[in-house]
């Protein structure tokens, strides 16, 4: 059995559901193991979970190569020993793995393509609006188009720009707010300025969940307002495999622990999936797992990596390729909230006034329009 990895990263699997349960007790790989949990494998449906106890530390070590060449994905560890440094196999056990039954490679599989990408129509320009709380963040994901990281400049909103930016917006008509970042919870006022805006319309902070289990983060997720606020979670994967390729080693699990305590404490959740075309046939496994952790249909959104900021390939952004979703930063207002690293898509130098920006993205729109309904003539030259 290959070794080459591990499920060294603890996750907590118990906000899987699962379908099945096996004690496989002091047995590793080697020795019938692997038997026991194909044959339970086989009880349950692709999709399904089956939660294995282990005693056995070597089974840390190569339960991940056997889920991978059986089609399966290995979703959480969890050491009921209390593990160190976050690692799993620092522990003294037992264990217990959550693993999702796949397909048998080899075996003919529904073809993915775009169309896995979520859709929608336009919304009006003035009735969403997004704010960049600050740039700077836990995580540098490879693809990530406002080119935040730790090292970034934080920028951040001020909190009383963001107050009468939402008062004009409301005012016009606004009905959506959406916080993003960086990582949101990284701004020191993020409690304040959310309560301010939440008074006045919906808010939506999207966040990766891995900064506000304790301390002042925790203390400013529990005064969110249930009703008015949603946290939208970044997810790429069912495994942590494309999302820890994405967005570093452990990203997964906490991103999972950071799922599981925003539901206990009774958040709407959404969760976003970033990824690459080649990525797509992954999206069957990503929505089973968020069957299984209760994400409703309608709140997952499978978005394309956006070839803007760090990314370097995805769709293209321009004027012409997505339609506008105004957005305010602490330089300025932008077209859309993944151009803010790109020139050509800022509207103005600064974020107030509010309405001269709408005014400008209207017209771009109309002319837009204009020229789409008047059509194209062919103009041959050869």
């Known amino acids: 059995m290959a070794t080459s990895t591990r499920a060294g990263v603890l996750g907590d699997v118990s906000g899987w559901t699962a379908a099945a349960e096996l004690d496989g007790g002091s047995d590793d790989c080697g020795s019938g193991l692997l038997l026991s949990i194909t044959g339970a494998m086989r009880t349950i449906d692709i999709?399904?979970?089956?939660?294995?106890?282990?005693?056995?530390?070597?089974?840390?070590?190569d339960l991940p190569a056997w889920a991978r060449l059986a089609g399966h994905e290995l979703l959480a560890v969890s050491d009921d020993g209390g593990g160190a440094d976050g690692d799993a196999v620092q522990g003294s056990g037992p264990w217990r793995l959550a693993i999702m039954r796949g397909q048998r490679p080899g075996t003919t599989s529904t073809v993915v393509t775009d169309d896995a990408f979520s859709t929608g129509g336009a919304v009006p320009v003035g009735s969403r609006l997004w704010i960049y709380s600050n740039f700077h963040c836990n995580l540098a994901c490879v693809y990530c188009c406002a080119e935040s990281s730790p090292a970034a400049d934080s920028r951040l909103f001020p909190v009383d720009v963001a107050e009468a930016a939402v008062e004009e917006f409301?005012?016009?008509?606004?009905?959506?707010?959406?916080?993003t970042g960086g990582e949101p919870f990284l701004h020191p006022e993020l409690a304040r300025l959310v309560a301010l805006s939440a008074g006045r319309v919906p808010v939506t902070v999207l966040t990766n969940a891995m900064v506000f289990e304790r301390g002042r983060r925790r203390e400013t997720l529990e005064s969110l307002d249930r009703d008015r606020v949603t946290l939208q979670v970044s997810l790429d994967s069912a495994g942590p495999a494309i999302h820890d390729r994405m967005r570093g080693a452990g990203s997964h699990a906490r991103a999972l622990a950071g799922i599981g305590l925003a539901r206990s404490l009774g958040f709407h959740l959404k969760v976003a999936a970033t990824l690459h075309e080649a990525e797509l046939s992954s999206v069957a496994t990503l929505h089973a797992a968020l069957d299984n952790l209760g994400i409703a249909p309608?709140?997952?959104?499978?978005?394309?990596?956006?070839?803007?900021?760090f990314a370097d390939g995805g769709l293209h952004i321009s004027l012409d390729t997505v339609e506008p979703e105004p957005t305010l930063t602490a330089d300025g207002a932008w077209w859309h909230p993944v151009g803010v690293t790109n020139p050509h898509l800022k509207v103005a130098e600064s974020p107030l006034p509010l309405a001269p920006v709408l005014d400008i993205i209207r017209d771009v729109v109309a002319v837009q329009a204009a020229g789409a309904s008047e059509g194209r003539q062919v103009f041959r030259c050869t």
Do not use: C, M, N, Y
């Open 298 to 309: 309608e709140d997952r959104i499978i978005r394309p990596v956006a070839e803007e900021g």
């Open 47 to 61: 999709g399904q979970i089956l939660l294995l106890r282990t005693e056995e530390k070597s089974v840390l070590v």
């Open 170 to 179: 409301v005012a016009q008509g606004g009905r959506e707010l959406l916080i």
